[in-house]
T-cell receptor, first 110, second 111 residues
């Protein structure tokens, strides 16, 4: 049974560009959440997808958007990248109370 | 929204000693409190969790206590080992809402 997977593992972009990150949840999990973890900080909630809809959103601008597909996989899109968007982006799938995190995508914006 | 504070930010203990990390939360509706361990360059891994209908939970050398009245919960690691060295995060969630994390505690176990 595969756990939560994410791609790519690392990504380097320049300011103003757009990026798409991908996540496949743990088998059988239908809820996917995305978190941003800046260096030395705890993960910050971006948004959650369930049944292909955004159900909850954290305090992130509209530049951050997402999508969930019928197979429960998900994408995180960030437009007009800023230097401050450099972080580890974590995807988590949920079963009951427990959230299982993927390995993350390390995004560097130059 | 929920606000989770975590202390201390760094903690060094001798191997074999105990380590305690404390967190407070603000939302009285929060009812689920997990603890995650994150090693350098790795994903956060759930190590133990507790629900608000329980005051204490133990799993081998790890235990978590919850005081709902005071809105604080703590992680206790006994007989620490070098492999316990990592960053530990507490979190809180109310209902179907997502997790709100503390700022982390860097634990170093000195052999």
């Amino acid at each position: 049974d595969a756990g939560v997977t994410q791609s790519p593992t690392h990504l380097i972009k320049t300011r103003g560009q757009q990026v798409t990150l991908r996540c496949s949840p743990k088998s059988g999990h239908d809820t996917v959440s995305w978190y941003q973890q800046a260096l030395g900080q705890g993960p910050q909630f971006i948004f959650q997808y369930y049944e292909e809809e955004e159900r909850q959103r954290g305090n992130f601008p509209d530049r951050f958007s997402g999508h969930q597909f019928p197979n429960y996989s998900s994408e995180l899109n960030v437009n007009a990248l800023l230097l401050g968007d450099s972080a580890l982006y974590l995807c988590a799938s949920r079963w009951g109370n427990t959230q299982y995190f993927g390995p993350g995508t390390r995004l560097t914006v130059l | 929204g929920e606000n989770v504070e975590q202390h201390p930010s760094t903690l060094s203990v001798q191997e074999g000693d105990s380590a305690v990390i404390k967190c407070t939360y603000s939302d009285s509706a929060s009812n689920y409190f997990p603890w995650y361990k994150q090693e350098l360059g790795k994903r956060p891994q759930l190590i133990i969790d507790i629900r608000s209908n329980v005051g204490e939970k133990k799993d081998q050398r790890i235990a978590v206590t919850l005081n709902k009245t005071a809105k604080h919960f703590s992680l206790h690691i006994t007989e620490t080992q070098p492999e316990d060295s990592a960053v530990y995060f507490c979190a809180a969630r109310s209902g179907a809402n997502n997790l709100f994390f503390g700022t982390g505690t860097r634990l170093t176990v000195i052999p």
